[in-house]
């Protein structure tokens, strides 16, 4: 059973980290086109940075699990960003919000998960 929570645990931390580094390298190196979808979502551009640096030191935070409090921010902060952008894409009806609720359900299956293994 625990070998099975640490499967899931890892399988689900790794593919939201995989999301979150992908995300973030799109943010810095394909800034133009990601300055638009923000503009189109109505976001301001001038987050694009600082959300993906800010996504690069989340998945440290949990990673890394140096401090516990830290991690449950990173953690809360992916939820909200991730809800932000469901909510975004579904109400501009871009048909882009399954990602972001994809990553949803892995952080919760992470999160989760950690609480068992790691309690």
Not at 75 to 104: K, M, Q, R, T
Request: hydrophobic share 55%.
């Amino acid at each position: 059973m625990e070998k099975r929570n640490k499967i899931i645990y890892w399988i689900a931390t790794g593919l939201l980290s995989a999301m979150m580094l992908m995300s973030a390298s799109m943010y810095i190196f394909n800034y133009e086109m990601v300055s638009q979808t923000f503009l189109s979502l109505g976001y301001p551009v001038y987050v694009v940075y600082p959300l993906a640096i800010a996504k690069i030191l989340g998945i440290v935070a949990i990673l890394s699990r140096k401090s516990n409090s830290l991690k449950e921010w990173a953690y809360a902060g992916f939820f909200f960003d991730f809800v932000l952008a469901l909510s975004a894409h579904w109400v501009v009806n871009d048909g882009e919000f399954i990602p972001a609720f994809v990553a949803i359900v892995l952080l919760l299956v992470s999160y989760r998960f950690d609480k068992k293994v790691f309690a």
